[in-house]
């Protein structure tokens, strides 16, 4: 099975920060690598595909890059509602989940 | 607008079995696979498995191999999970997500809102 581990596992950050999260696959997973937002009691949430492709209606300021093994979720200016647990999941062979990032304010 | 509608909450002893259902509305339910994913409280996402709804085929994470049983209705619209052999590590919130694929490769584009399931004596 594909691993995927993010780092950190935790971040605080203040509104208005550039904010980036990392992920590593176990193996070479091209660009089958998707970012996903999560909110307590919430469904995830799409936000980034394919590593780099914005889902329609996610705002600008999220961007996603990497391929290979590395990937990397940057928010380039915190709003209060990017307060959440974010993971990274990889569509290569099935699914595979990173273990999540949680974002609170600092 | 697509959507995914989950069955209730259930509260379950162990050892006992509980079966989920996913309503699928809003896109033709047979163009996508549904995904099963689970979340025990402050845990990581926790993917079980497949259905095809289009042939029936299925994918089962070796997790679950045995205790999961992934079904489809195509008259309902409507996908199953069934989970046999409780025990209180099940205890967890359950997942429904349309899969989306194209050739820039496959994500979990809409998810229904979640079940939560307790397994306790």
């Known amino acids: 099975d594909i691993q995927m581990t993010q780092s950190p596992s935790s971040l605080s950050a203040s509104i208005g920060d550039r904010v980036t999260i990392t992920c590593r696959a176990s193996q070479n997973i091209n660009t089958y690598l998707n970012w996903y937002q999560q909110k307590p009691g919430k469904a995830p949430k799409l936000l980034i595909y394919?590593?780099?492709s914005l889902q329609s209606g996610v705002p600008s300021r999220f961007s996603g890059s990497g391929s290979g093994t590395d990937f990397s979720l940057t928010i380039s200016s915190l709003q209060p509602e990017d307060f959440a647990t974010y993971y990274c999941?990889?569509?290569?062979?099935?699914?595979?989940f990173g273990q999540g990032t949680r974002l609170d304010i600092k | 607008q697509v959507q995914l509608d989950q069955s209730g909450s259930e509260v379950k002893r162990p050892g006992a079995s509980v079966k989920v259902s996913c309503k699928a509305s809003g896109y033709t339910f047979t163009n996508y696979p549904l995904h099963w994913v689970r979340q025990a409280p402050g845990q990581r996402l926790e993917w079980m498995g497949w259905?095809?709804?289009?042939?029936?085929?299925?994918k089962y994470s070796d997790n679950f191999q045995g205790r999961v049983t992934l079904t489809s209705d195509t008259s309902a619209n409507t996908a199953y999970m069934d989970l046999d052999g409780l025990r209180s590590e099940d205890t967890a919130v359950y997942f429904c997500?349309?899969?989306?694929?194209?050739?820039?490769?496959?994500?979990?584009?809409?998810w229904g809102q979640g079940t939560l399931v307790i397994v306790s004596s």
């Open positions: 259905i095809n709804p289009a042939n029936g085929n299925i």
């Open positions: 394919a590593a780099s």
């Open positions: 999941q990889q569509s290569f062979t099935t699914v595979t």
């Open positions: 997500a349309r899969f989306y694929f194209d050739l820039r490769g496959g994500r979990l584009d809409y």
